[in-house]
Every structure is written in structure tokens, then in C-alpha cells.
């Protein structure tokens, strides 16, 4: 988790921790708070993580920039309010533990990435030897994240150590290129070319899986679509947006097709959903109008099940119809 996510706990919670607040160790009922307001940050952490692997695996073979991963998130006692609180609600000694790991994901297949289980060693690195700012650093967690990453490009699998001496060796496999990311940030849901960010406020998460993965797929269509580069590099003109997100709604239903989620979904999450348009009196906004976003998904489905007719995968890398094309083929903005 990131500073946002972090200070999600203390603040949308109603937690401020009390080693924060004085210098008396916490209380049993502030250590449960703490416990309690963290395992609900868990929980909707890992509901995205196990959709967001899910869509990124099964669709790896057509990512022409796929990775090697693993599934796992972890969390840093420094990136809280108060450190001291959480590890004394965590039970920790150090300050790295699991956050998440996937379902169906090769660190959670292994069975040993329990929630809260405290990881001293990070690919042969002592992790206590690692500073950190004294609350709220999120920096040392991406450096961890980022160890993960790197190692597993160059290398079969990845060793992690944990508290009670068990090493435990993780291999990967190919996923698309994307990271999910829990925020306290409201109904957030933006995608910035390398993270898919959901916040914890989102209504999606009321909606069942298959929805929820369709507001996901689209944030993380974006992602693989090169949006954000496309953007920077031919203007952000209402016109460019709205292709943008044109394109980003039609490939919902085929990356939900191949992560075997019902690719109509897509059609199902915009008719409750009914996110706005942007549009202002007689000013169109940056997305057209939810209905007319759902028929355009929906134009998607025949040529979805053609696709898979004849390969049994919906194959959006040859098959999909692009509105913008990746940077280094652009000659000059639309």
C-alpha cells in the first residue's frame, strides 16, 4: 500500500494509533481497532488483487511485453500512522509482512503466504537493514516490490525468508504488465500506463465479481493499450480522451473473455453503474453517455465469440480493432 491507502487506515477508520498520540504502549482495544480497520483494507485489497491477477495472466499471451510474477503484495509496518501500533497489532518484530497473495497466483499456491506472516529476507536481502522515515514512507515498500520485479527477470524463481526461519523458493509465470493498487482515495478508478488504482470507496465493490472485474478490465485496458503514452504524445484533446476510452470500453469484454468471466458483464457494470459522461449544458464531456458506451461494448460480443470459434481464446492482440496505435508508430497526432 501506498501513503493514500495508509493513511485510509487511520483516518476513514477513525484510527490514529496510539504510539502516535503518546509515548504509553496501545491499548487491547486500540490493537483490535488496528486489526479490525486493517483487515478490511485486506479484504477489498484482495478481492481487486485476485480479479486484477486473473485478468492479467489470462490475457499474458497476448501481451507482446508480458513479465515474469507471482502474486504477492506485501506491507510495511512503516508506511502506517503509527508503526509501533501496527506491529503490536500484527504481532510483528520486523516490519515486512504479506499484504495479499492472488488466488490461483504461484505465492499463494505454495500455500506459506499467510496473511500477516512477517518476511525478514527478500531474495537473499535482510530486510531490517533497510531505513525507512519514521511513519508514513511508502518509498521502502516500492523498493521491495521492485527487488521482486527485477529478480524474477533474470531469475527461475525468487526466496523468501520469513520470521520463523522457513524459506520458501516461488516460481513465476507470465502475466500483462500491470500492478493493482488499493487507495483511499473515494471511488477512484484510474489507470497511469503502469498501476490499475481502485479506491476503497468505489461502488463497483458492491457489485458481483464479474461486474466488479469489468470495471477492472477497463481501467486496465488503458494499461495495455498504451493510453497514457498515446495521450502525452498526441494531446489530450477531448477528442483524443474520448477515443481512449472508447477503445478502453471495447476491449473489456475480450479481456474478461479470456480470464473466463462472462465478457456481457461489461454491459451489465455500465447499466448499473451508469458512470457520467463529464458532460456540462451543451459542452459533450470526456466519455459519451453510458448507454451509448454499453452498445458499443456490446458491438464487441459477436466478433468475441467468432474469435474464439475458431482458436478458443479471443486473441484482442490480431483480432481487436484499434482506434490509436502505440507511440512509435504514430506520425503525427489525430
Known amino acids: ?15 490514529i494509533g496510539a504510539a502516535a498520540l503518546s509515548a504509553q504502549a496501545p491499548d487491547s482495544i486500540e490493537l ?9 483494507f485486506q479484504s477489498l485489497d484482495k478481492r ?50 504479506v499484504q495479499t497473495a492472488a488466488r ?36 521502502r515498500l516500492a523498493r521491495a516490490h521492485s527487488v521482486i520485479a527485477t529478480h524474477l527477470r533474470y531469475n527461475q524463481s525468487i526466496a523468501f525468508e520469513f520470521a520463523d526461519g522457513e524459506t520458501v523458493d516461488v516460481r513465476p509465470v507470465m502475466a500483462c504488465p500491470s500492478k493493482f493498487e488499493l487507495t483511499a482515495d473515494g ?39 498504451g493510453h497514457r503514452a498515446w495521450l502525452d504524445h498526441s494531446g489530450r484533446s477531448q477528442r483524443n480522451v474520448r477515443k481512449s476510452e472508447r477503445e478502453a470500453d471495447r476491449l473489456m469484454p475480450w479481456l474478461l473473455a479470456n480470464a473466463g468471466y462472462d465478457p456481457a458483464a461489461a454491459i451489465l457494470f455500465l447499466e448499473r453503474y451508469q458512470p457520467p459522461s463529464g458532460a456540462l449544458l451543451f ?43 502505440a507511440v512509435n508508430t504514430v506520425n503525427s497526432p489525430d
Open 32 to 40: 483490535a481497532k488496528e486489526r479490525a480497520a486493517i483487515a478490511q
Open 48 to 97: 481487486l488483487q485476485d480479479i486484477g491477477w486473473r485478468l492479467v495472466t489470462a490475457n499474458a499471451p497476448f501481451c507482446a511485453d508480458a513479465i515474469p510474477s507471482i502474486g504477492l503484495q506485501l506491507h510495511d509496518a512503516a508506511g502506517y500512522s503509527s508503526p509501533a501500533t501496527t506491529r503490536a497489532a500484527l504481532g510483528l518484530n520486523g516490519e515486512f509482512a
Open 283 to 325: 459542452f459533450a464531456g470526456s466519455h459519451e453517455k453510458w448507454s451509448k458506451r454499453a452498445e458499443r461494448v456490446g458491438a464487441e460480443l459477436p466478433k468475441i465469440e467468432a474469435v474464439r470459434d475458431s482458436g478458443g481464446m479471443a486473441d484482442w492482440a490480431a483480432h481487436f480493432d484499434r482506434e490509436t496505435r
Open 187 to 225: 471511488d477512484l478508478a484510474l489507470a497511469d500506463g503502469e498501476r490499475v488504482v481502485i479506491g476503497a470507496g468505489f461502488g463497483g465493490f458492491a457489485y458481483p465479481d464479474d461486474q466488479l472485474a469489468a470495471a477492472v478490465a477497463h481501467e486496465l485496458a488503458h494499461n495495455l493499450l
Open 104 to 139: 490461483g497466483s504461484p505465492a499463494a499456491k505454495t500455500g506459506e503466504f499467510a496473511r500477516n506472516r512477517e518476511i525478514t529476507r527478500l531474495a537473499g536481502n535482510p530486510l531490517s537493514r533497510w531505513t525507512a522515515e519514521a511513519r508514513l514512507d511508502w518509498r
Open 1 to 15: 500500500m501506498r501513503t493514500g491507502a495508509l493513511a485510509f487506515l487511520a483516518v476513514a477508520f477513525g484510527l
